[in-house]
């Protein structure tokens, strides 16, 4: 790749992960040991992508009584003819089972509660909904829509800027060591540093947080102040990058877990402005249905 002055490859531009989008984050277990070509990676991938189009909540919300309103389908014309296949068969490459360990009984029985008291108070709704962050790998996961990742690299820096919730990290390069122990942050303290081609950044210094926004949307997790994260971006050629994340938390899993996909760079897309807590009604609404219920029945 092209170099920077201060010797940094320049991975500067617009960045997009959608065609992720056809993958499924975990491999289903009667796949397990299977060897699936490239064409049943495609056939797949492709029936994934029309099932979403065609699934209920995105149709006929009119006359969708349990929904709660559509984005409309201009969002996803797109998976008609974007290419599908990203050559594995699951977001998760690491255990080789392709799904991610199990939580420990102590993250399952958190998560538990914090659902069963998840309106008693704005601390306890998903970090996502209060429009804080979806934590480091919330952030560059595939979603439905909101894609654009911007990279910008001022001299001994790398910037994310992420379009979903226009998240940014600022990333320091051989900036040596981590902040001290006692600081904590919502996605770590990260440090960077360059492996030939690779950008590697290790995070840690996370902050614990009861309700953070899961891989995918309909998820529920937590991260603990245990919690070390291990990303790479890899160029792989002139508009394509390799991501790889690895989530070490023993506090919250089984064992450490690592999710790849690829970027494709995309300079022709504009990001949208995300104005979540400008219209964010969520919070407001749902801890206000709360408070009905509660002098519904009586409490």
């Avoid at 065609?54 to 709660?68: C, D, F, I, K, M």
Wanted: net charge negative.
């Amino acid at each position: 790749p092209d170099r920077l002055a201060d010797g940094q490859p320049n991975i500067q531009g617009m960045w997009n992960n959608t065609r992720a989008m056809f993958t499924p984050l975990e491999l289903p277990e009667e796949l397990d040991g299977q060897q699936l070509t490239t064409q049943d990676l495609q056939v797949r991938a492709r029936a994934r992508g029309e099932g979403r189009i065609s699934r209920s909540e995105w149709r006929g919300h009119e006359n969708n009584s349990g929904g709660v309103g559509g984005y409309g389908l201009y969002w996803f014309d797109w998976y008609f003819d974007t290419p599908t296949d990203i050559g594995q068969p699951s977001i998760i490459v690491e255990p080789v089972n392709g799904r991610i360990p199990e939580r420990t009984a102590d993250a399952r029985e958190s998560v538990a509660m914090n659902l069963a008291q998840l309106h008693d108070s704005y601390a306890n709704m998903e970090s996502g909904d209060r429009c804080i962050s979806r934590g480091v790998l919330g952030m560059m996961m595939p979603t439905e829509y909101n894609n654009g990742t911007l990279v910008l690299q001022p001299p001994g820096y790398v910037v994310i800027h992420s379009e979903m919730i226009h998240n940014v990290r600022i990333i320091p390069i051989d900036a040596g060591p981590h902040v001290d122990g006692d600081i904590r942050q919502w996605e770590g303290d990260p440090r960077g540093r360059w492996e030939g081609n690779t950008l590697v950044i290790e995070s840690t210094n996370f902050k614990a947080v009861h309700n953070m926004r899961g891989p995918t949307a309909g998820t529920r997790s937590r991260q603990s102040e245990a919690q070390r994260v291990v990303e790479r971006l890899t160029v792989v050629g002139p508009n394509s990058l390799r991501y790889t994340i690895r989530m070490e938390d023993p506090e919250t899993y089984s064992g450490p877990w690592t999710a790849a996909f690829p970027y494709d760079r995309d300079d022709e897309y504009i990001q949208f402005e995300y104005a979540c807590h400008e219209g964010n009604y969520s919070v407001p609404n749902a801890l206000g249905g709360a408070r009905l219920e509660e002098r519904q029945a009586g409490r």
